[in-house]
């Protein structure tokens, strides 16, 4: 079965401190994985993606994250935080074999402190 | 370019009772996807739409149902109102239903059961 884990429901980080948000995910075929973020009373928006190639990505907004695939990792990674990174952060992951479905995680909220 | 718009941004019903809720997708998205946000938890998938087809399904039951327009635009309906139906529900966009499209969120509508 499909799925994604985010093991912190919360994380908390100093401003200008280097930030990391965990993932895990477990799919019965090669992933497509995503990350997503969501401010209050707002939809969510697109970060980045890994679909193949180089097992780092860089996203938007000076975010990155690294694909591992012997962990079955994805974690969110962005060297400097700023307070307005503040919001809900999601994991997600589609299954190659399975097609349209996104499977999210239950999200981890950033909150960065000045 | 235009978003994903999504209307009423709030509703109050009863349980019991039927609901639609509207979806306008980005400006040359053909395939839409709905999910369900739970209060602390991440969107669950519904189903989504390709050219006016289902194109996959979640675990919902029946009464969640869909459409999908000439325009691309959706409908989401949910008949026989259950509390637990209340939820944020969310409509993404995507230019195909590729498994390495990134999709685009709206912002929500925030239906409210009693």
């Known amino acids: 079965a499909q799925s994604v884990a985010q093991p912190e429901d919360q994380v908390n980080v100093a401003e200008g401190n280097p930030l990391t948000v965990k993932c895990t995910y477990s799919v019965s075929g090669n992933p497509y994985l995503f990350w997503y973020v969501q401010y209050p009373n707002r939809g969510l928006q697109f970060l980045l993606k890994y679909i193949t190639g180089d097992n780092l990505v860089k996203g938007s907004y000076g975010f990155e994250a690294e694909f591992n695939k012997s962990q079955t990792s994805f974690h969110l990674k962005k060297p400097s935080a700023l307070v307005s990174d503040s919001a809900l952060y999601f994991c997600?992951?589609?299954?190659?074999?399975?097609?349209?479905?996104?499977?999210f995680g239950t999200g981890t909220s950033l909150t960065v402190i000045p | 370019e235009t978003g994903v718009t999504q209307s009423p941004t709030h509703l109050i019903k009863t349980r019991g009772q039927q609901v639609t809720l509207r979806c306008s997708s980005q400006s040359g998205h053909n395939t839409v996807s709905w999910y369900q946000q739970a209060l602390g938890q991440g969107p669950q998938f519904i189903f989504q739409?390709?050219?006016?087809?289902?194109?996959g399904r979640g675990n919902f039951p029946p009464r969640f149902s869909g459409l999908q327009f000439p325009n691309y635009s959706s409908e989401l309906n949910v008949n026989a109102l259950e509390l637990d139906d209340s939820a944020l529900y969310l409509c993404?966009?995507?230019?195909?239903?590729?498994?390495?499209?990134?999709?685009?969120f709206g912002d929500g509508t925030r239906l409210s059961i009693l």
């Open positions: 997600a992951v589609r299954d190659m074999s399975t097609g349209n479905q996104f499977y």
């Open positions: 739409y390709y050219r006016e087809e289902e194109n």
């Open positions: 993404a966009s995507s230019p195909g239903p590729g498994q390495g499209q990134p999709q685009h």
